[in-house]
């Protein structure tokens, strides 16, 4: 499966930004930290596998390896190598495993370090769910959303500063000067920022998106009742996002109500509007009236992962990361290195990820083929222990069985 030479073609941009993809890409892979290893040597062949069912052989992934995380320090020094970025950047295309940042480097996280750096600003995290994965609500099946989370302001962008620390006396005493702001003595003190182009390119991503999928919905999630000038203001801009490059495509929810009798016309996607608080109410209560969620970067981390715990967790849960000039694919939960190398653990957020990544590449034919094989597998009840020990008469099986059986029911298709 893997090449270890750059032995396939480079994906590029045409006129209009969008990506060609040529028959056989040369597309990074980073196998992660802790368990990454072994989810990768499940997924990889999976994915490998569609494309194989999809194509026959006139098309194939050239994969080459990529380090970050705990490799590359012992590799290189340092935890995200600029090698790393430059072949990201590259190829344009990514799939990675979970990290850990090696404690004293200097760095907050990798995977925020990856994201600022290749601007990938858009956190994509669809939410769907499998037909007899266990669920902690009711209706699990009403569940069908995509999160997009903006990735690179909020609190994510890390301005703060340590209690104590000279910096946070300094801009305390600046704050109560020049603005009569008074903090508590010796608070550590962040500051969160959300501009205008930060929200607009998110909110135009996930409008798009609805588009090409034939969505009903996009709402802007936000606190803006309380943070009225960031959380406020995402609201704001996203509405002028909307009516300035979507206004033929686009009504308010406010609109359907008062000027179309509560009955939205027909082609229009709606935008609607929630405060954030409420909204976590909303997708446990009445998830099937929302499609798309656009919000800022803190909102979207807590959503995303609380979607996720509706329709079986993390390890069934895909991300990713994209911006105008690459893409990164993700297995969305933490490393867990007390499972590493045991060939333990559920590998279906990083073989959901390389499905969200054939999409992407414009491979839906592939794509769909691992959704339905990981559906029709988990039908079977042939799943890995943290969903066999929540069903009746499931089939256990090791990380690599469970890949090795979804390969199987796409054989039969």
């Known amino acids: 499966m893997e ?8 994906i590029t941009l045409d006129a209009q930004g969008r990506i060609d993809v040529p028959s056989n890409p040369n597309v990074g892979f980073i196998e992660g930290d802790g368990t990454g290893p072994d989810i990768w040597a499940a997924a990889g062949p999976v994915i490998d596998a569609a494309v194989l069912k999809a194509y026959s052989r006139e098309r194939k992934i050239h994969w080459f390896k990529l380090i970050a995380g705990e490799k590359a320090v012992d590799e290189t020094g340092v935890p995200l190598p600029e090698k790393t970025i430059d072949l990201i950047r590259k190829c344009m295309v990514a799939l990675k495993g979970p990290l850990t940042t090696p404690v004293g480097t200097g760095m907050r996280s990798v995977n925020v370090a990856l994201r600022k750096l290749l601007d990938l600003y858009a956190c994509i995290r669809p939410v769907k769910y499998f037909p007899g994965i266990p669920s902690p609500v009711r209706h699990p099946e009403k569940v069908n959303m995509t999160v997009f989370r903006e990735n690179t302001e909020d609190v994510y962008a890390g301005i703060e500063w340590e209690s104590g620390s000279e910096e946070a006396k300094k801009l305390a005493r600046f704050l109560e000067e020049k603005f009569n702001v008074s903090l508590p003595a010796g608070a550590g003190i962040g500051i ?69 009798g509560g009955r939205t016309p027909e082609g229009k996607i709606v935008i609607k509007e929630r405060i954030t608080d409420s909204m976590f109410q909303q997708v446990l209560l009445r998830p099937e009236e929302y499609s798309v969620i656009a919000t800022s970067n803190l909102n979207g981390d807590y959503l995303s992962d609380a979607l996720a715990a509706q329709v079986g967790g993390l390890g069934m849960a895909p991300g990713a990361n994209i911006g105008d000039h690459a893409a990164v694919f993700e297995a969305t939960h933490g490393t867990a290195p007390k499972y590493a190398g045991l060939d333990k653990v559920n590998p279906g957020s990083l073989i959901l990820s390389g499905a969200m990544m054939l999409e992407h590449m414009g491979w839906t034919e592939a794509a769909d083929l691992v959704r339905e094989a990981v559906e029709r597998t988990i039908r079977d009840k042939i799943v890995t222990y943290d969903l066999a020990r929540q069903m009746r008469g499931a089939k256990e099986v090791s990380c690599s069985m469970f890949g090795q059986a979804i390969i199987e029911h796409m054989e039969e298709f």
């Open 3 to 10: 090449d270890t030479e750059f032995t396939g073609e480079w």
């Open 192 to 260: 969160k920022s959300i501009s205008p182009e930060g929200t607009k390119r998110l909110v135009r991503r996930s409008i798009a998106y609805a588009i090409q999928h034939g969505l009903p919905s996009v709402t802007l999630v936000h606190k803006g009742n309380i943070m009225k000038f960031t959380e406020g203001a995402f609201r704001k801009w996203g509405y002028e996002l909307a009516q300035e490059e979507f206004g033929e495509r686009t009504v308010t929810e406010a609109d359907v109500q008062m000027k179309f």
